[in-house]
C-alpha cells in the first residue's frame, strides 16, 4: 500500500476490522512517515450477463431485481430486509452458477419462486408483469401449471415399504436333506 502523504510502499497494519457488508477496514501506518492512514478493502464480483429475448445482453442489476421486488410487494406486509435478504440469494445463486451469460427467462424464474415463498400476492403480481398474456384464462392456467410443477418438485420421494420374504435355505442345507 503506497503512503498517501509521502508515497513510500511501506507500512503496517494497526487495526483490521470486518464491516457489516462485508468490507475490511484496516488502521495503517507509515514505516517512512509515520502518518497513519485507513483504507477500505471490499470484495469485487463479476455477475453474469443477462440475454434478453430479442438476443441483447445487459449486466445484471441488483438494483433493477430488487424495484422489481419493491413494485410487486407494494402495499403488502413485506418489509424492506426482506427483499434485500431476496435480492442477496438471487445474486448468490446467480454468482454460484458460474457461467458468464444467464438467459432473462430463467433470472425471471428464480424471482418468481423466491416470492412465491415469501407473498402469494407479490408473485401474482410479479408474474402477470413479467410474463405477457393473451387472457385471464392463460393466466390461471399458467398459475395453477407452476403451482401443480412445484408440487411435484418438492413432494418426498416414494418410498416402498419392505416386504419379508423368506429366504430359500442354504444351498449347503438342501444338499444334506
Not at 457489516?20 to 512517515?33: N, Q, V, Y
Not at 408473485?123 to 393473451?134: N, P, Q
Not at 392456467?141 to 442354504?170: F, G, K, R, Y
Request: positive net charge.
Amino acid at each position: 500500500m503506497k503512503c498517501p502523504f509521502c508515497g513510500h510502499n511501506d507500512d503496517r497494519v494497526l487495526d483490521t476490522r470486518v464491516q457489516k457488508e462485508g468490507s475490511i477496514r484496516r488502521r495503517r501506518e507509515c514505516l517512512e512517515c509515520k502518518a497513519r492512514f485507513t483504507t477500505l478493502e471490499t470484495l469485487m464480483v463479476n455477475f453474469p450477463m443477462i440475454v434478453k429475448k430479442d438476443g441483447r445482453r445487459e449486466p445484471f442489476s441488483k438494483e433493477k431485481i430488487f424495484k422489481g421486488l419493491q413494485a410487486a410487494c407494494q402495499k403488502r406486509p413485506v418489509s424492506l430486509s426482506q427483499l434485500e435478504n431476496v435480492v442477496e440469494k438471487i445474486s448468490s445463486w446467480l454468482i454460484n452458477r458460474g457461467e458468464n451469460e444467464v438467459a432473462a427467462r430463467l433470472l425471471g424464474r428464480k424471482v418468481m419462486a423466491e416470492l412465491k415463498q415469501l407473498d402469494d400476492v407479490a408473485y401474482v403480481r410479479f408474474a402477470s408483469v413479467y410474463r405477457t398474456f393473451k387472457d385471464v384464462q392463460e393466466f390461471v392456467e399458467t398459475l395453477e401449471e407452476d403451482e401443480w410443477m412445484d408440487q411435484v418438485d418438492t413432494s418426498p420421494q416414494l418410498t416402498l415399504p419392505i416386504v419379508n420374504t423368506p429366504q430359500p435355505a442354504h444351498p449347503s442345507t438342501e444338499k444334506n436333506q
